[in-house]
Nanobody, 121 residues
Framework: QVQLVESGGGLVQPGGSLRLSCAAS?????????MGWYRQAPGKQRELVAV???????NYEHSVKGRFTISKDNAKNTVYLQMDSLKPEDTAVYYC??????????????WGQGTQVTVSS
């Protein structure tokens, strides 16, 4: 299987910035087709924040457009989420997601452990 390890969460004041990282690793060779970020606030459903694919443009949830930027390093199988102008409503546990193929032909989908982002004065 594929393990996703997240880092970069923390506590920031409104208007501050954080950069999340998610690295995918496996004992087998992997080819990643898409990586993205989801978030879940207490009492709410998990929602897509941003996603990027090899052959398409990034997609963003409406409320984060212009503030968040998703990027990737294909050589490192790593995706990043640069979060600027953070608002209290961005407070949530952020989860990394990846889908692709093991050994070229075996589909997989994996989730990270989650990292807490808290925006508060």
């Amino acid at each position: 299987q594929v393990q996703l390890v997240e880092s970069g969460g923390g506590l920031v004041q409104p208007g501050g910035s954080l950069r999340l990282s998610c690295a995918a690793s496996s004992g087998s060779s992997i080819s990643i087709d898409a990586m993205g970020w989801y978030r879940q606030a207490p009492g709410k459903q998990r929602e897509l924040v941003a996603v990027t694919t090899s052959g398409g443009s990034p997609n963003y949830e409406h409320s984060v457009k212009g503030r968040f930027t998703i990027s990737k390093d294909n050589a490192k199988n790593t995706v990043y989420l640069q979060m600027d102008s953070l608002k209290p409503e961005d407070t949530a546990v952020y989860y990394c997601n990846a889908r692709g193929r093991l050994q070229i032909w075996v589909p997989f989908e994996s989730w990270g452990q989650g990292t807490q982002v808290t925006v508060s004065s």
